[in-house]
């Protein structure tokens, strides 16, 4: 499966996309990631990606054309099946089933990464691009949302997490989650000096059931806890 960002900060995607377990993904070719900085499709010398709206109002609005020729400029395979995404707070909630959704029927997944007072909406007509919000607020940019969204995907595709179960849908999840100590003494306990009375730490400890050994008590444990 392959990503495709188109921003104005490409630095802030390659930096996200070098670590951890989508820089795995990508060296084991299971995802491909192409980043394209929209300034480099400006025909001025300052680079300029914006204007003010027109109907007038407060900012700037990202121009079409810089980011419609780098979306020409993209790399499909010949029978690719992708999705084009404007990030909006006022989008269709992203959610895990979508993301799963999307890791099995498409190839690849543009994001149009806006910034200032959005993007001309006519980049999205032309584009067939789906609005998608990653929840009830405003960000300064779509490279995060974008970021968000593609290691939910990057997670449904098999062979990226190397055990399916650890795909929490896949398993009973809670987070309520411990490990060792099994009893943890916090604050931590100090001796007495001279000029400071002895600290006891508390004790916390590991709920009973999980250092039981009975499966299927700690799975009936399990989903209780689910939120």
């Known amino acids: 499966m392959k990503f495709h960002f188109l921003t104005i900060f490409p630095e802030m995607i390659e930096s996200y996309l070098g670590e951890a377990m989508l820089k795995r993904a990508s060296d084991k070719k299971l995802v491909a990631f192409e980043v ?26 990202m121009t079409p054309e810089p980011i419609l020729r780098a979306y020409a ?3 499909f395979s010949p029978k690719s099946k992708t999705k084009v995404v404007m990030l909006s707070p006022s989008g269709k909630p992203f959610n895990n089933a979508m993301a799963a959704k999307w890791a099995k029927h498409y190839s690849d997944v543009v994001f149009i990464c806006g910034r200032y007072e959005g993007v001309d909406d006519r980049v999205r007509k032309i584009l067939k691009a789906d609005e998608i919000s990653v ?24 062979g990226v997490l190397g055990d399916r179960a650890s795909i929490e849908e896949q398993r009973t999840a809670s987070p309520r989650v411990f490990t060792r100590p099994e009893i943890l003494e916090w604050p931590k306990a100090t001796k007495a000096t001279k000029t ?22 700690i799975e009936e444990w399990r989903k209780g806890q689910k939120r």
């Not at 400071?196 to 008590?217: E, I, N, R, T, W």
Request: positive net charge.
């Open 73 to 75: 400029k993209l790399k």
């Open 135 to 158: 929840g009830d607020f405003v960000l300064t940019g779509g490279e995060l949302p974008a970021l968000v969204m593609t290691d939910a995907i990057c997670r449904q595709i098999p």
């Open 36 to 61: 394209k900085n929209i300034r480099d499709y400006t025909l001025d010398k300052h680079k300029k990606v914006d204007e003010r709206p027109y109907g007038g109002g407060p900012g700037m609005v």
């Open 196 to 217: 400071k009375p002895a600290q006891k730490g508390k004790s916390h400890k590991v709920p009973p059931v999980l250092v039981s050994g009975d499966h299927k008590k």
